[in-house]
């Protein structure tokens, strides 16, 4: 077995281990590969074991491991600035860090004029840390949808979070944020929280998927 399906082994372990502690089904918990900064190869290793999605942080970074890895996606986890809008959608398959009305009223307008189709997760901050990781306040979603206005070019598929480290409670304020948005909007709204510390922590929150990166590739 390899370094990268040892860990792969120990992180579902996890997640499975932590989802019947809390009497929620492993299967609806995904997992995803956070690979930024990690080279060509080592996701090629984690291919070999199955795992084709991944999640970087940077565009060009991205585009370098798109055009080695023609069976791979990719999601955009980091921010994304309105410069790189069009490679970013040319190039991932989901943006995860939309946080603001401008940034979505220029992927709505390329996405038009490739012709393409994106999922879309709104980055949340209810703890004012955005200058430091991004993200909107909870007045932000609004402005938000209403520049998507569900289009289906740009679907919402969830809310995407990164808690500061150590507040534990954050996990609940947002599963509980997420249940009030899907009643607000009628749909249901993906939560994608917790990493490599605290995917338990997560997982017993609510999350419908946790993002590794040091778990599954190492220390960078």
């Not at 502690?21 to 930024?36: E, M, Q, T, Y």
């Not at 599963?175 to 993906?190: D, P, S, T, Y």
């Not at 605290?198 to 993002?211: C, K, N, P, S, Y």
Request: charged share 25%; hydrophobic share 40%.
């Amino acid at each position: 077995m390899t370094g990268f399906a040892e860990r792969l082994k120990t992180i579902r372990t996890r997640i499975c281990r932590a989802a019947k502690n809390c009497g929620r089904d492993p299967n609806s918990i995904s997992l995803l590969a956070v690979s930024k900064f990690h080279p060509v190869e080592l996701l090629q290793e984690a291919m070999e074991c199955g795992v084709t999605h991944f999640a970087e942080n940077y565009v060009q970074e991205a585009i370098v491991k798109s055009e080695a890895l023609p069976g791979a996606t990719f999601a955009l986890s980091g921010p994304l600035q309105r410069n790189k809008a069009k490679p970013a959608l040319q190039h991932f398959t989901e943006l995860m860090t939309v946080d603001r009305p401008e940034l979505a009223s220029r992927l709505l307008r390329i996405a038009e004029e490739l012709d393409i189709c994106r999922d879309i997760w709104i980055q949340v901050d209810l703890w004012e840390q955005a200058s430091k990781v991004g993200g909107c306040s909870s007045k932000g979603i609004q402005p938000i949808l209403d520049v998507f206005e569900n289009s289906p070019r740009l679907p919402l598929k969830g809310f995407m979070a990164i808690p500061p480290f150590g507040l534990t409670m954050a996990f609940g304020d947002l599963a509980v944020f997420r249940n009030e948005w899907q009643q607000r909007i009628g749909q249901r709204i993906l939560l994608s929280m917790g990493m490599s510390d605290d995917l338990e922590v997560a997982i017993r929150a609510g999350t419908d998927q946790v993002r590794v990166g040091t778990g599954l590739f190492g220390e960078r």
